[in-house]
């Protein structure tokens, strides 16, 4: 028996239910596909009672752009309500890393210049730049 009943087409086993549906997706008993316009599967979350999804965003939305250095600073404060925060490198060369309050190039996650990343950490975020001064802006969703 394959590890992975979504993505064996083998799979034949009673304890996953799966059934081919019509655009190619499998649905497995109690975990609902989805397909993005990119062609991304994922799952639905969020089911209310009788299986019908529901969609919940988050209350607030804080943008804004941050001047990086050399030196980490804070990107984005802590949010305890937090739902989800994307970072984006805006330069068009330089490279910055982006981590908790104590990043830097070693530990740091890289992001490339023009790149993006989506965080789900509550905490306080900082960025570094490789060199120069680069900025990043950022979408932070809480409630």
Not at 22 to 28: F, P, V
């Amino acid at each position: 028996m394959a590890l992975n009943p979504i993505l064996d087409s083998s799979n034949n086993s009673s304890s996953a239910t799966s059934n081919l549906s019509t655009d190619g997706l499998r649905n497995l008993t109690g975990l609902p596909l989805g397909k993005t316009a990119a062609g991304e599967l994922f799952v639905k979350t969020g089911l209310a009672s009788g299986g019908a999804t529901t969609s919940t965003g988050a209350a607030n939305l804080a943008t804004g752009q941050v001047a990086t250095s050399t030196t980490a600073a804070t990107a984005v404060i802590a949010r305890p309500t937090r739902t989800s925060v994307l970072i984006r490198n805006l330069d068009t060369t330089i490279s910055v890393y982006v981590g908790p309050a104590t990043v830097t190039s070693a530990n740091g996650m890289l992001l490339k210049a023009g790149e993006s990343c989506p965080f789900t950490f509550t905490g306080l975020i900082q960025v570094i730049a490789a060199s120069g001064t680069p900025s990043i802006a950022y979408a932070d969703e809480y409630n």
